[in-house]
């Protein structure tokens, strides 16, 4: 994965939120559960905001990137316990639309799923109306390129470019789809004329195994593009290529977790949510990184954790996600204390010191979220598939990027590496678990 940079900037559009409250009503795709989706305006700034009116206390669920829980068939949102299925459709029109704050009441686990499309949710934001909230809005803004490669075999590419412009391909072993390619730029218009009537699509022969899964329980001819193995059951598309400008709002929708406008050129090949939301992380990650942003400062470092002076090899987190993953920054200078008897005619940062920092920005994805830091301390039980790949010298900059891999009551195994400019030094698992002083 090589990864390039990115800014941020107050851009010199406005914010807006919607004129007046409007619903939707019908079924979740996956849920089969019916449930009404109703709009509603939202002061300046806190962005977009799912509200649980079926549940006690109508918990509410930030639609950013902490909050994502799943990208498994659709994007899916959590707040402990508290879930929302399927959001992309709902935060494309949104997006479609420049609507930067806005409460999404839902009396249901899903938003109701209409034709398939991201019509209905357009339509229904273009009946509320926009009104200007006066407070500059932000905007990221690709300024070199980034590209971002996965396992899966999907790849991402942005590039800069006055406004938001998406080059999708998607290619599926199948006679009514196969390779397909398009570049759209999006805005209100363009959104409304060539992607919003776009549905979504599933395969006959992977229904059953989907029910077991709990998964396209709502879905039906009047809400999915629906293929066997001879071609399209439904009547007929509505575009030639109406899979591949489903999958493009699907891109402008999970993009739309990053909560800013963009300014870039996204190219796109078999994108998917998994995908798109690894996309989104890149492109926030790299703005932290560029501007060195602190999300966890020094001094909530050290109430988390035990370790000062020498031995506190973390300066600050740039990107955390509570119990999920974190990204920490150690700054290496010739005059850290180890220099003066490693290697000191040819400064190398102790192998076992790389470890223990990465040790130690993992213990903070833990010890972050406990109620009291300050009364507990943790304790690393093994190391496993440690490899050092390149020296860290003085002048360095150590990334360290964990995530947790499992939990099993009071023990936790975290996986990450450290990079220096992009390339890996140091990677491996660690299992540890956290105690009372």
Request: with cysteine; proline share 6%; charged share 25%.
């Amino acid at each position: 994965m090589q990864l390039a940079a990115t800014t941020w900037i107050m851009s010199h559009d406005t914010q807006n939120t919607i004129g007046s409250s409007v619903s939707v009503e019908g079924i979740g795709v996956h849920s089969g559960e019916p449930a009404v989706l109703t709009f509603r305006p939202a002061e300046p700034d806190p962005g977009v905001c799912l509200r649980r009116v079926d549940l006690a206390g109508a918990p509410e669920i930030p639609a950013d990137l902490a909050h994502v829980a799943a990208t498994d068939l659709g994007t899916s949102l959590c707040e402990g316990d508290v879930r929302v299925l399927t959001v992309e459709h709902v935060l494309a029109a949104l997006a479609a639309h420049r609507v930067n704050n806005v409460i999404l009441e839902l009396s249901g686990p899903e938003p109701p799923i209409q034709d398939g499309s991201f019509t209905a949710y357009f339509e229904a934001i273009e009946e509320a109306g926009l009104v200007d909230q006066g407070v500059p809005a932000k905007m990221l803004e690709v300024i070199e390129p980034l590209e971002l490669r996965l396992d899966s075999g999907a790849s991402y590419v942005a590039v800069p470019n006055p406004g938001l412009r998406i080059s999708a391909t998607i290619d599926f072993d199948h006679p009514a789809i196969g390779r397909q390619f398009g570049t759209f730029d999006i805005t209100r218009r363009s959104f409304e004329s060539e992607l919003a009537a776009a549905r979504t699509f599933g395969f006959k022969e992977d229904e059953e195994a989907l029910h077991q899964r709990g998964l396209a329980l709502g879905a039906s001819l009047e809400n999915t593009v629906v293929l066997d193995e001879r071609g399209v059951l439904n009547d007929e598309l509505h575009f030639p290529d109406e899979f591949l400008r489903h999958k493009v709002g699907d891109i402008v929708g999970d993009l739309a977790l990053l909560g800013v406008q963009i300014k870039g050129h996204i190219v796109a090949d078999r994108p998917s949510h998994e995908g798109n939301v690894a996309l989104a992380r890149a492109l926030a990650g790299q703005y932290r990184r560029k501007r060195g942003e602190a999300v966890v400062d020094i001094q909530r470092i050290m109430k988390c954790l035990p370790h000062r002076y020498p031995m506190l090899l973390v300066d600050k987190i740039i990107e955390f996600e509570p119990e999920k993953r974190i990204v920490g920054v150690k700054n290496v200078t010739i005059n850290e204390p180890f220099f003066q008897g490693h290697f000191p005619d040819h400064p190398v940062m102790p192998g076992v010191l790389l470890v223990e920092a990465m040790a130690q920005v993992g213990g903070l994805l833990l010890m972050e979220s406990e109620e009291h830091p300050e009364d507990r301390v943790m304790y690393f039980m093994s190391m496993d598939r440690v490899k050092w790949r390149k020296p860290v010298v003085p002048g360095d900059q150590v990334i360290f990027e964990l995530e947790l891999l499992q939990r099993r009551g009071h023990v936790f195994r975290i996986g990450g590496v450290g990079k220096v400019d992009g390339n890996v030094v140091v990677e491996g698992e660690l299992t540890a678990t956290i105690m009372d002083k």
